[in-house]
């Protein structure tokens, strides 16, 4: 049972993803408005689950591994890989780097490793509770997806390697799911140093890679829907606390 709950998460990942891949051409302003909202999607991940739960699992060194993974990806765009940006810099249809891309891939897999990991340990603990937290989390898995298409595609990837990132996370997902069965218990001190990790390079990633693509933009309304990604996070982790409660 706990199996299929996590299938139906893992679905609704891959569908998000491949709504985006499905339009052969997205306009550049659609492409606009689907970075803003994935950046802000992404920021309020790192600020209300990623940090919260680092500095919970490891304390004030948590802060050590977030500085890590921020300088980690800053030192790979701009000193191994140069100059390979946005825009004018390469091609005009890339909005992304493909570093870029691939570290935001990165922390949504964790974070979908640890979704997954959530319901199980629910469902196992509580039946009930686990179904809350299934339901919650669900909220967020079509936009997760979304969010990890988007990005590759404006990082000038193939729709195939979009859609093989929205399946990816939705197999890590899974993995969450089976890995309840699998360990006795996780240890906290790997948790917190994969989120820590995640929460430095994915606040490069949307504040210093998607954020000023955004700012260039002479469309007032996308400034905007940063602000929905963010709603839509917390929104959905406030219905996954309340329920829970």
Do not use: C
Request: charged share 15%; no cysteine.
């Amino acid at each position: 049972m706990i199996i299929f709950f996590g299938l139906i998460a893992a679905a609704a990942e891959i569908i998000g993803g491949t709504l985006i891949i499905l339009r052969k051409e997205w306009p550049r302003k659609i492409q606009e408005y689907l970075i803003a909202l994935s950046s802000g999607f992404i920021l309020a991940l790192v600020f209300f689950e990623l940090i919260p739960e680092s500095l919970k699992l490891l304390g004030e060194i948590a802060s050590l591994y977030m500085i890590i993974g921020f300088g980690l990806l800053h030192f790979f765009e701009h000193t191994v890989v140069g100059h390979l940006h946005f825009g004018e810099e390469t091609h005009h249809e890339v909005m992304v780097s493909k570093v870029a891309s691939a570290s935001a891939f990165v922390g949504l897999f964790i974070h979908a490793f640890f979704d997954g990991l959530s319901i199980s340990a629910g469902m196992k603990f509580d039946f009930s509770i686990g179904l809350l937290i299934f339901f919650a989390i669900l909220l967020h898995k079509i936009p997760e997806g979304l969010t990890v298409a988007s990005i590759m595609l404006s990082a000038n990837h193939p729709r195939k390697t979009a859609f093989l990132a929205s399946f990816s996370i939705g197999v890590a997902t899974m993995l969450g799911i089976m890995m309840v069965f699998v360990l006795a218990d996780v240890q906290e001190n790997a948790i917190g140093i994969a989120f820590a990790l995640s929460a430095g390079a994915a606040t490069y990633v949307g504040a210093s890679d998607l954020i000023p693509e955004i700012n260039r933009s002479k469309n007032r309304i996308t400034p905007l829907i940063v602000f929905g990604g963010m709603l839509l996070f917390y929104l959905s982790k406030q219905l996954l606390e309340w329920m829970v409660l």
